[in-house]
């Protein structure tokens, strides 16, 4: 793994942007998964694959004001409106690397708060459209 100086990225390489504004996330995570059906011939050998579909799915977790803020700048109806999440962050080699989160529409949000010196966060569970891994299609 190439350092710089001991330098492996962490959470402090991350930059979260979300509909175009920087929000300091405490947490995302987002996934890309292939569903295929493997195809058997008549000797019951399998002879190959089919494309399939390709599914994504992310959330985000936003402190408080952070996720106050986005909702408000969604408005009324903020469950049906398509948003940009862009991850970036830096590499031991100071090289930037953009993740993107295409075409992402809000399908859950929960909010669980508990006694202690945590602070107030909000979770985004998202439908995405499409996930580009440094800029890479899946497909």
């Not at 940009?84 to 690397?97: A, K, M």
Request: hydrophobic share 30%; charged share 30%.
């Amino acid at each position: 793994m190439p350092t710089i100086n001991g330098y492996i990225p962490d959470w402090g390489s991350i930059e979260v942007s979300v509909a175009g504004k920087k929000y300091e996330a405490k947490e995302i995570n987002y996934s890309i998964k292939a569903e295929r059906t493997a195809v058997y011939g008549s000797q019951g050998k399998k002879l190959g694959y089919t494309r399939g579909h390709v599914d994504y799915e992310a959330d985000v977790t936003l402190y408080i004001e952070d996720a106050v803020d986005l909702l408000n700048t969604l408005g009324n109806g903020y469950m049906e409106k398509t948003l940009d999440i862009t991850v970036s962050y830096t590499l031991g080699n100071g090289r930037v690397v953009t993740d993107r989160l295409i075409g992402c529409r809000i399908k859950e949000v929960s909010d669980g708060h508990s006694q202690g010196n945590e602070p107030l966060t909000r979770k985004f569970s998202l439908d995405v459209a499409e996930v580009k891994l440094a800029e890479k299609k899946a497909r």
